[in-house]
């Protein structure tokens, strides 16, 4: 028996969905404007570029929107030094019902978000450390396409690394490239400032010869 085919969309039908978008204002909003409160993201840059701030921020800056989110941190245990400085750093205890941190492989990760439908935001951090390969992820995002996926992962100058993290950039809504203290937008949402977003002014400006 042949199944039955979804209704086509008249122009009248795209234009009067429903969707939600995320309620960024100021340096956020300038930054990314306001994306749709789901799809994926991925932010990518070089050890040291301020990569792991930004993200961090990032889901301080949802948390404080309302959203549920959940880190899964890969590259660093949950007890390591600097991930609980930036913890601190980042006053993330003013968001402590909004978020939640562990490391969960592929597996452990979906039967936790399955089991946990409050959660709005996902933070893999890495991608490399956590999908086997590209199937796996489309398989997750098949899962959890209605949930903000935030994917991090490594550079090679201004690309991603690996092949995956290239299929993964080409692939995300969002693509975020960190390099300097600086996080420059070049996905589909970007600000009125052309995308850019400082994560760290004084670094920023010590880089390009600002010392005021």
Not at 31 to 40: D, E, L, S
Not at 82 to 103: G, T
Not at 132 to 141: A, G, R, S
Request: glycine share 6%; proline share 2%.
């Amino acid at each position: 028996m042949v199944a039955k085919i979804p209704k086509v969309l008249t122009v009248a039908n795209i234009i009067n969905q429903k969707v939600t978008r995320i309620q960024f204002t100021g340096e956020w909003f300038q930054a990314f404007k306001q994306p749709q409160n789901k799809g994926f993201w991925f932010i990518y840059g070089v050890s040291t570029s301020g990569k792991s701030t930004f993200t961090m921020m990032l889901c301080k800056a949802l948390a404080l929107l309302g959203f549920n989110v959940f880190y899964n941190l890969l590259e660093e245990e949950t007890d390591d030094t600097d991930f609980i400085d930036r913890i601190n750093l980042l006053q993330m205890n003013e968001v402590e019902n909004k978020f939640w941190a562990r490391s969960y492989n592929y597996n452990e990760l979906v039967a936790y978000l399955k089991k946990n439908s409050k959660i709005n935001v996902i933070v893999i951090d890495s991608a490399t450390y956590f999908f086997d390969n590209f199937d796996q992820y489309l398989e997750f995002k098949k899962m959890f396409k209605n949930k903000i996926v935030i994917i991090t992962g490594h550079a090679q100058g201004k690309n991603p690394k690996s092949s995956l993290e290239d299929s993964i950039s080409f692939d995300a809504k969002m693509k975020i490239y960190v390099n300097g203290y600086l996080a420059l937008c070049k996905g589909r949402t970007i600000g009125p400032n052309g995308g850019r977003f400082i994560i760290w002014k004084e670094g920023y400006n010590r880089l390009n010869g600002d010392n005021s």
